[in-house]
């Protein structure tokens, strides 16, 4: 597979979506953002998980927006931040109400440790991408010619240290937090040596 493949969402709420990705993230985290709606589009594609790529897409650009100081909260984790985010983008929108809450769902899920696919396919692929851009797990069920197509067109930036950095900073204020949780059970080491930082 190739990223020429793939066909990127292009609604108005998509191209919103990676207007404040862009306006607020820095360009590693954004381009992580788009990252991780490609590896789960490309997931999807492969394993023929039928999902919604515009709600995928919106989510994958917000998820982590709870990380970046203009909408970092100062008591709750970061994903029910970005969750409540996306629930007001959604307003913005004109999503439903059922649709706005979805996204929030979506967001708030990325950090669980399993999100079952027939439940909840979106969840379950932000879950799954996220988690091999992050910290590598499951790369090797990414196809090496695609691998290379999102490297060289979405590059890491130095990646793998802002996101360490993010998380240890939620951790010390947040200690009750997923966040913490994962400093604390060696969540740098796994970060360092994502195959995808080689």
Known sequence: MRLADLTIP??????????????????ALRNHSIRAYLWAAGHAKRERIDFDPELLYVS???????????????????????????WVFG????????????ASEVIIRHMWDTVDVGEDPE??????STAMDVSGRSTDLIDPDFRRDVLA????????????GYFEAQGRRKPGCLAARFVESGFAGRVRGNPLER
């Open 60 to 86: 994958a650009l917000l998820h982590d927006i709870g990380l970046v100081e203009a909408f970092d909260n100062y008591k709750i984790p970061f994903e029910d931040a970005g969750g409540h985010l996306a």
């Open 153 to 164: 067109a979405y590059p890491r930036l130095g990646f793998a240290e802002e996101m360490i």
């Open 123 to 128: 969840g379950h692929l932000l879950e799954l």
């Open 91 to 102: 307003a913005a929108a004109g999503w439903p109400v059922a649709r706005r809450q979805r």
């Open 10 to 27: 292009d609604s108005g709420a998509c191209r919103a979506a990676l207007e404040v990705a862009t306006t607020y993230c820095t360009p």
